[in-house]
């Protein structure tokens, strides 16, 4: 089982910076491919960027240039660290975790941004 939490959500103006955390459970953090999602109202959850335990990453095009992913394994965090925020950034954003052969993943409980005009 992993617990997954999340933190450094908020309000920020367009243009403004924020920085996510995510704090993970159990051992298995350094071999885990870590992952943040986003959910706007009305639409569906979308991956916005992922780290493999190779430091391998993956990001949405919405989203180069402006975001960037990255992990402490000491720490057993995955971090998100958004510049530039747009209006169109606003959601509530999850942290996932999965094994990299697939199967069970887990889901923190997710931070609200909200970026005004």
């Known amino acids: 089982q992993v617990r997954l939490v999340e933190s450094g959500g908020g309000l920020v103006q367009a243009g403004g910076s924020l920085r996510l955390s995510c704090a993970a459970s159990?051992?298995?953090?350094?071999?885990?491919?870590m992952g943040w999602y986003r959910q706007a109202p009305g639409k569906q959850r979308e991956l916005v960027a992922s780290i493999s335990k190779n430091g391998n990453t993956n990001y949405a095009d919405s989203v180069k240039g402006r975001f960037t992913i990255s992990r402490d394994n000491a720490k057993n965090t995955v971090y998100l660290q958004m510049d530039s925020l747009k209006p169109e950034d606003t959601a509530v954003y999850y942290c996932?975790?999965?094994?990299?052969?697939?199967?069970?993943?887990?889901w923190g409980q997710g931070t609200q941004v909200t970026v005004s005009s």
């Open positions: 996932n975790s999965e094994y990299p052969w697939g199967g069970l993943d887990y």
């Open positions: 159990g051992s298995d953090f350094r071999i885990m491919t």
